[in-house]
């Protein structure tokens, strides 16, 4: 049985991977080399500089790993916590959920401040809870930057406002994965302590590297030891230790993941062409022009007030009655465009637009009057051309660079 | 000094080089090859078969050349005639033009059919002065199928009724560039003696390979040796006959260019798996998306009626006043997207949206929204959004695959 | 300052990373995808039966991670044991020696046998530990298969049948990472409980794959909980359990990373091209071939008896006098030739030639010559040629395929 | 029936194409672009200029076709040379032989100086033919530089003495398709007028771009019409004077091999970043290991003195009662190993070893052991390991570069 060709390309824009750029993966396509090589640290080496553009962080120590985000939040537990410890977080979405759900089964005492989905970490909360933790129980405060699941955006700086404001020294833990990138990310300005993110949202890379910046606070307490060593989350993959004895010479503990390396090399000089506030305006132009086509269509957004707008993916209520499934699989199938699903909570209430990674007007212009088509096939009301007629009226009066 | 980086991709949208699907380029990053090796035929054999697909062939003979479209034109002329030889040809665009030039440069006397640009061949005509010919001094009929400059496809099916009907033994040439591959193309049931063909178009491959496919008669003729060896429009590298003594056995007189080789086994197995007849239809579909969205515009095609519309590029005339090439020149600037100019008569008089190749709903609705937006930047009254409404409304009801 | 390109490729005979086929990189080249779409499993759920191949097994369960091999080992033990739980190795090399190392570090409490290094696995000495464990203290026997610091390969069946004859339950463990998918590995016969590989050795692809193949006794062991939930080896990203849930549908419970699965798929078809038992034959023979070299030379391997020899990597002792670490630098340097180093105890005594993976006799013998010329540059005494001579004559006998 | 893999790589030893680095293939792996666009020139314009190291010119105009080597050479006789003009060459080997057959068939007088295969162009003979035409009825010189079927470079600075001596103005086309970007070549110095090359030699790219650089003699001839316009060879694909109109604002007449351009841009790269001079003294030195290999087998070149050896190719005779063709199938079928054949009058005599492109010790050396294998494999007397001992001592007290 002969396939079925589709033509054309495959329309991404789910929240990552993210589109690669052709630059990119083409300087991924490598021969095996000896990663013990006397010329491998001349590649490695400034990775760990060169990484921290994205982190906004100079005072920051980057680790890699061949790992999904996940490995990597677990390394941001497993080598700073111990078992029993307490963390803070909130839980507003799929992700933070799933990082409760880690925690827990790691053997944390984790306290959880539900918001609603649609919402994000509330800093007045986070301050309470921490002014109210007198004897400093609370070792972590766990906090997801942008809840992929609801297309929201927490307020980093106002945690860090509120752990400070409640004198706690507390160690603050971000989830950066679909934001770090793509939205501006100040690790130092934020005393952020672990900041994680993946190789496959805003680095423009396949999945695979995951890549953590640790704050020197951080790394001094995984050295410790922890109060009595068999209370610590045992962990020898992630252990940062064996990454910190040889990464200073170019080497890693591991066979690293070739073609991953060169690829983050290239992205980052990608960044650097680009200039990284470019990157981050672009981002916001195109986020709001996709709203703009949200407003023109009729529908809310998942997230509940401006304020809590992402501008990395844009999670689109479907109208009561309309299985937002339904919609996402017809445009896949029929228009070739991938959109991400309704998670969990929201599983056929929502589709998503991701609007994240290596995009310009029209890729994403060509995604709003796809998703606008399988709407109407599907039998929601919005009239035809609108989405673009908005969104694109926005993008002319809004270039995407700033020069 | 730095470069800037554009992000996301270009959106190409000339009538050729055309989009290069994925897994062809990925089918041409080859290392270099013995061309003499005992496996090579496995390889070249089945492309001088299968390649007929788009020639809508069975009888003729396909002959590959390290070459571009014109020395394919080339070697049509000089493999068939004589200095002297009278042709028969219409001009009507840039590409009929050049290929009249070419045939008076290489010593032929060449009457020439002026046609309005926006037209194509008059059968009628054609048959007309075949008629008053009637001594046969006229050795051959050059048509161009599909003119490129004006986005105007010619019957040639009614080029060979006349030609028929007048009872004339010229040889047909077609120049099926723009058209072999995307239009339906009959050699067979056509009678046509050579249809002339490039990589960069139907095929989607890079330019480098042409490709003809020659009757027996041609090939005959070929062979002859003409009336006087001397008077035959003496050319070595184009010359058939070194061709057709090595071809049968799966080699080639010269060293071929391997990745257009493995590409175009690539990509006729991408066009067999989509079904040719679902790539002609696919075509004629976006085709008239386009034309539904320019006559949404309030605008009008170079083409002067429905019956001269081409199914693979759009000319579209600018209202007076405005200024086409600042048209193409600012949607490449601003929004990554590649037009194509206006050529000679019409040079800044239209702007043309190629759609040929390997191409979707959705990359056509950028490039229809970018083609808008760029307008009214340049100061065209046109209603955001109108372009993509009415283009869009078509394909909601016209699927690209008939299944 | 311009950089100073060496020219012609690379000679990698390093134990792995190994030589990835230009078919399997071509495949990798792959724009993102959507993981969750409904053509990924199409992908996926094949690999999950086809790896099995390398394994020898059937019975198995594969589960993949984006991870290398250590990350692996570290699955195996983190799902099967509780902190304290008692297991049986044997330690002969720097890779069961970092094995031991992990399980230390986990709170496992690790019975090491201790051989010379040149020496495997003792199944006499594994039979008496196990028989002497009457109560069943012992609940895995972790064996290193390939040694790839020394070049030996220990007997995994003579060790199942030890197990076996003292009629006790543990679990049989084997590190395959340098020998699964180039040297006989029967799996299901040896009836081992977990079998570790990672994706840059035989597998011919880059780091950043781990797969693990797990019996259906050890899946049971990890979804039972232990003997009270706390004492469980705590992990969350390498838990098979999130893997076990979503593979059967062919999603994962992360981002895979795309480019390694479209290479697995790729690399499992070039095994089953050449059949996988005419790919043992071929590793033998290559291998067979470096040893003549190394008698030629007038040399000893580090594997002290010619039943220890691994038909992967072959360590060479430099003479008395000579740093092998001068021989791989200026092998490297020069020749650009990438030969393995001596590890810990016989760092500065060994150079290895790594044979393994895609690979043929006219790679082996640029790599033998190679080697050849550094040591006599080095002030060893070697007859040039001497080697590719007796190697070049083993090959002229010893053809690579079986048919 | 499934297909058979054969294991490793390839190894290409024919005189071309030769081995592509794998940073030109990556650099090769390109879209479509508009050819057309602003940005192009900034891609083309530096090749014109770039590609001159190669020809060691700075006077001359670099023209590109998308040609294989032949059409390059028609295009240097099609633009300068009426019907019935003479021209002398000398014929002594496969390639001199088919340029003297397309001039013959192109109309021209040829002159033909017939030199035993082995042998190569002689300077005295050349001289002496230009003093006896006293009237200047010779246009042209025509000399192949580096005769790939018999492996002998001829004296190009001696012809251009005896072009002098007899001061004659006949223009002097050399024919450096296997020499140029190998060889050293002096373009001014040895003030040729056509210069042929080929991508797929010492360019180290894949076939489809043929380079010719014209000296401001031959252009201008090229310009004049000639006397009468009707007795030029008509040629319009080949027309430099298209090219010329184009080119200097960074355009193309056609549509250019985009992938090629790319390849170009980074092949002239990697020939920058080692050094021409480096490239040059390392295919001396990488072609007398070669002809030490073969004098240790006991056998002889086909170039009959020292004087004519080729360091792009050596062609070996096999001994008497030796089939070479058999020698070279079973190379290809054991050892996948490619050599070139005899061609015309050495077919089945000798066997041709190409060691130009990007190569180094070990390749080679791989490629000797494989020679050597493949003749004991078809019965003739040559001592195991004898060539790549010969071959590697005097690679070991030779560095490919000198610094």
Not at 139 to 150: L, P, Q, R, W
């Amino acid at each position: 049985m002969a396939a079925t060709r589709r033509p054309g390309r495959n329309h991404l824009f789910i929240p990552g991977p993210t589109n690669i750029p052709d630059r990119v993966l083409r300087a991924m396509h490598v021969p095996s080399e000896d990663h013990r090589s006397p010329d491998f640290p001349a590649l490695v080496k400034p990775l760990f500089q060169d990484a921290k553009i994205v982190f906004g962080s100079e005072a920051g120590t980057i680790i890699f790993y061949p790992s999904s985000g996940t490995g990597i939040w677990e390394s941001a537990l497993a080598n700073t916590l111990c078992r029993g410890d307490k963390v803070l977080t909130a839980r507003y979405g799929q992700f933070s959920h799933l990082w409760v759900d880690m925690a827990q089964r790691l053997g944390l005492d984790v306290i959880v401040q539900d918001e609603a989905w649609g919402t994000g970490a509330d800093p007045e909360k986070i301050g309470e809870a921490l002014r109210a933790d007198t004897d400093h129980k609370i070792k972590a405060v766990m906090v997801v930057h942008n809840e992929t699941a609801t297309g929201v955006t927490s307020d980093i700086g106002a945690v860090r406002k509120a752990i400070d404001a409640a004198g706690h020294p507390a160690l603050l833990f971000v989830d950066g994965i679909s934001s770090i990138g793509s939205l501006p990310f100040k690790m130092d300005e934020w005393k952020v302590d672990c900041a994680i993110a993946g190789s496959q949202k805003g680095f423009m890379l396949p999945a695979g590297l995951g890549v953590l910046c640790a704050s020197a606070k951080a790394i001094k307490i995984s050295e410790g030891g922890g109060a009595g060593g068999n209370d610590r989350l045992g962990h020898v993959y992630f252990a940062w230790s064996d990454q910190l004895k040889q990464n200073p010479t170019g080497y890693f503990p591991y066979t690293p993941p070739l073609p991953l390396l060169y690829g983050l090399r290239e992205a980052l000089t990608c960044i650097r062409e680009e200039g990284i506030d470019n990157v981050y305006h672009r981002h916001h132009v195109l986020a709001e022009a996709t709203r703009q086509a949200v407003a023109a269509w009729g529908l809310k957004t998942c997230a509940k007030e401006p304020k809590w707008n992402s501008d990395t993916v844009t999670a689109i209520l479907a109208p009561e009655g309309v299985d937002a499934a339904k919609i996402i699989k017809h445009a896949y199938d029929r228009y070739n465009l991938s959109l991400g699903a309704g998670l969990s909570q929201v599983a056929g209430k929502v589709f998503r637009i991701g609007h994240l990674g290596d995009l310009n007007e029209l890729s994403l212009l060509g995604a709003i009057a796809g998703a606008e088509m399988a709407m109407i096939d599907c039998g929601v009301h919005v009239t035809p051309g609108s989405g673009v007629a908005a969104a694109s009226s926005y993008l002319r009066e809004n270039p995407l660079s700033r020069g």
